[in-house]
């Protein structure tokens, strides 16, 4: 077994992480791999860390509103390494049974000392304490009067998320959906079945590394593996056995259902978890054109087509807003899966919810339009095309695609009840040719509309 290179504990690595993010504006996927290549946690001590470093920063409107209570400085001008120290003893303190209150306190005081200063350590303990005394006592603003407040503060999503959501989906389904962002997603691979098929992958992936998997609820070629594990390291990886990817991303293949020898574009197509899919259920057989507009995500692509063993799959660079000009009616089936907000994703990245502004939206929503429209025009009649996003936001998800259809009289909504299984349909929507999933089923907030394209002209 390996053993650690270093006795730090899982906290001070946490700490290492959450400075990395808040001093150096680092992705906290990739400081908390940073932070485990240099100092080598194993075992429970790599768990802890992953659960503190994430659980703060999913919750730090939270932490950061707490404890503006207790403190006279704001937080943003308190040294860095004091906030992060606060920051994450307060995570422990409220949400963390299993860790005694005065361990989170008392390691926060060591950390003080050894990070800032000798003199900070009073500072750290007399506010941790007071935290720890009068935690039953904090009350966030009412959720009749102010439910905006209520919800970004109670859950920890930015203010414009939770208007954005109140205002199309209601306050009860904005908690539900606020609540399961904050839980660690089971990671979700998808079963190669041209190589294998689940029950045997379930069997290796328990006999070579004991990993606790069970197969996924909707999608028949998915497993959810708890825990945090280097599934790249797996020798059933290496062999092309599967891939990493969210249930409900294999949704979206499944909705497209292209058929073997079918030529089908996927016109925002990197890094190929959704071509890649398609090629298995096409047996390999047909072509896959792969679009997208950076070239290093395109050799992902053709990196994950080797290692899966697909052949069927081209990559080339090409903006999607331009496959009018370029493939007048020649595909059979089309992928637009569209740049978006990525709303529905906010459990995976703990972080990204407080880098997103709503400023960046109108772009995306003109962006997806556009590329809807030319893509469109690259599908031969009777062919199929399928809109997908991973985002909870009716602009750009059903608003689209009832815009794009009031443009193009010649496409209609497909019902999706063949494709997917019912049980996913909350909203009762996928007779009508869309649906979207959200964080609380259990899989990631993604929509899926499924159109075709008459055989002649238009509905009129
Ligand atoms: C949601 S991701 C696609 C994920 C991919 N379908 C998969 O399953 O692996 C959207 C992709 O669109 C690409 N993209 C953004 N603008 C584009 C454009 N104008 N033309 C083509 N691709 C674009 C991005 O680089 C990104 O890889």
């Known amino acids: 077994m390996r053993r650690p290179m270093t006795s730090y504990s899982a906290r001070e690595l946490a700490l290492k992480v959450l400075d990395e993010v808040d001093a150096a504006g ?6 908390l791999t940073r932070v485990v290549a240099k100092y080598q946690p194993v075992g429970r001590e ?8 994430y659980g703060t920063l999913r919750r730090l409107n939270t932490i950061d509103w707490v404890l503006a209570r207790f403190l006279r400085k704001p937080l943003s001008s308190q040294n860095r390494w004091i906030r992060n120290i606060l920051r994450l003893a307060v995570y422990q303190i409220l949400y963390l049974d299993r860790i005694p209150p005065a361990a989170a306190c008392n390691e926060a005081v060591e950390l003080a000392k050894k990070y800032a200063a000798p003199h900070f350590a009073g500072f750290v303990n007399a506010v941790l304490r007071r935290v720890v005394r009068e935690k ?9 009067e102010n439910p905006v407040d209520h919800i970004a503060l109670k859950y920890s999503h930015p203010t414009w998320v939770v208007e954005l959501w109140l205002k199309e989906l209601g306050v009860e389904e904005t908690i539900r959906i606020c609540e399961a962002n904050n839980q660690t997603p089971a990671t979700t691979i998808r079963t190669n079945f041209l190589r294998t098929n689940r029950e045997e992958l379930l069997r290796r992936l328990k006999e070579e590394a004991g990993l606790p998997a069970l197969p996924t609820r909707y999608a028949p070629e998915g497993i959810s593996v708890r825990g945090f594990h280097n599934l790249q390291d797996l020798p059933a990886f290496r062999e092309g056995l599967f891939f990493v990817q969210d249930e409900s991303s294999m949704l979206v293949a499944r909705a497209l259902n292209p058929a073997p020898g079918s030529f089908v574009l996927d016109v925002c197509g990197a890094p190929g978890g959704k071509a890649t899919h398609m090629a298995e259920l096409m047996g390999d057989r047909g072509r896959i054109l792969v679009l997208d507009i950076y070239p290093h995500r395109l050799a992902l692509v053709r990196e994950n087509c080797a290692r899966l063993g697909l052949k069927s799959v081209d990559a080339v660079l090409g903006d999607a807003q331009e496959v009018d000009r370029q493939f007048g009616l020649a595909a059979d089936f089309i992928l637009v899966d569209a740049p978006c907000s990525g709303l ?64 193009h009289p010649e496409f209609v909504l497909e019902d999706l009840r063949p494709l997917l299984p019912c049980e996913l349909d909350v909203k009762g929507t996928m007779k009508e040719g869309f649906v979207q999933l959200l964080p609380y089923q259990g899989l990631d907030g993604f929509f899926i509309a499924r159109l075709r394209r008459l055989l002649t002209g238009g509905k009129g």
């Open 26 to 31: 680092a992705y906290a996927n990739i400081a």
């Open 46 to 53: 790599r768990a802890l860390l992953t659960e503190l470093s």
């Open 136 to 144: 039953e006592k904090i009350s966030f603003p009412d959720r009749e």
């Open 344 to 407: 529905g994703v906010l459990r995976r990245k703990p972080d990204s919810r407080w880098r997103k502004q709503p400023e960046q939206i109108p772009a995306l929503v003109a962006l997806q339009r556009r590329i809807l429209r030319s893509a469109a025009a690259a599908l031969r009649p009777g062919g199929v095309l399928v809109y997908s996003t991973c985002t909870v936001h009716r602009a750009e998800n059903e608003a689209q695609v009832r815009q794009f259809l009031a443009d």
